[in-house]
């Protein structure tokens, strides 16, 4: 049977680009680029040459970019930094929005203890907010703005541009968790009024366990991990040289064929919204064309998303219910129910999110095993029985 990988949101599979960047620096090329000796300086024109390959995607300068382990730890320092900068000007107000990845509203959660402020706008039901909403939001006490790029779960994409021009008026730093834009998405911090943004390798086929920080010149950040001079001293441990070599071959060929796998996701996706959508009492959730080229998100009433996963994966095709960080988790999804979704409704998701290595024929196949198994879900539902009889009401 044919595996159907469909969770890219989750995990992207390391490209052969990528895999063939970082093999030398696995053993051939394994000095320590803080050495002195040749080796060690062979690697570290390595790690140069890769911070300035991501640095040349983002439309940054290559000492604005600063390594880390993954989207999480680049999160939990631009947020910190901006949150301590802020403090010492007494300003300790934040701005975020309420369906935002947990590595940002957990660091917000643990600011909120600390003494600061912050104020979390709600989503409408497209999965969106306006640069009028962020802008009725500053106070002359606000620290920071930090609105995530794309949605991890919905794939809603945001008006980055625009709120980035409102913060930069007001002279408040902005950031933007861009984990799931960077690489599928034309990202340029420069046009997008962007002073700090977030990324994660693998989720544009690079490595796990490596990210990237890009912190614009001018605004100091803390360091993070204490140690040596790693990151121009902001981040100390060695550098993971081929997860970076791996992380900038990846963006780079993620960038190159932007165009030519944005068109063909596009189609794909589309196919399968406009298939799913045939499905009774069922609903796409996010607006429908303000979304990432790869990701379909769908409610199904009467079932529960757990039960369409576990079914689905026995017929070969790999999804999930919302994002893989809180996958073990029996609550709803805190995006579907910032949409304003009903819990009942929110428990019976599923999150497609393709890459251009998915077919035609894979769309073919999960348009056909969805729809069988949601009836045969619905068939054993006590739930749905109600429904059909109307003794409850639909909320789809």
Known sequence: MKTIYVDNAATTAMSDTAIKAMTP?????????SSLHTVGQVAKEALDAARAGIAKCLNCDAREIYFTSGGSEADNQAIRSAAVNGARKGK??????????????????????EGYEVTYLPVHADGLITAKEVAAAIRPDTALVTVMYANNEVGTILPVREIGAVCKKAGVTFHTDAVQAVGHISVDVQADNIDMLSISAHKFHGAKGVGALYCRRGIPLNTFIEGGAQERNKRAGTENIAGIAAMAAALKEACENMPANTKKLVKLRDELIDGLLKIPHSKLNGDRVKRLPSNVNMCFEGIEGEGLLLHLDARGICASSGSACTSGSLDPSHVLLALGLPHEVAHGSLRISLSEGNTE????????????????????????EELEKGTRKHLI
């Open 25 to 33: 620096y696995l053993k051939e090329v394994y000095g320590n680029p």
């Open 92 to 113: 300790k107000h934040i701005i975020s929005t309420a369906f935002e990845h947990h590595a940002v509203l957990h660091t917000l959660k643990k600011l909120e203890k």
């Open 361 to 384: 024929e894979d769309i073919k196949a999960i348009l056909k095993a969805v729809p069988e198994v949601v009836a045969y879900l619905r068939n054993m539902s006590p739930v749905w």
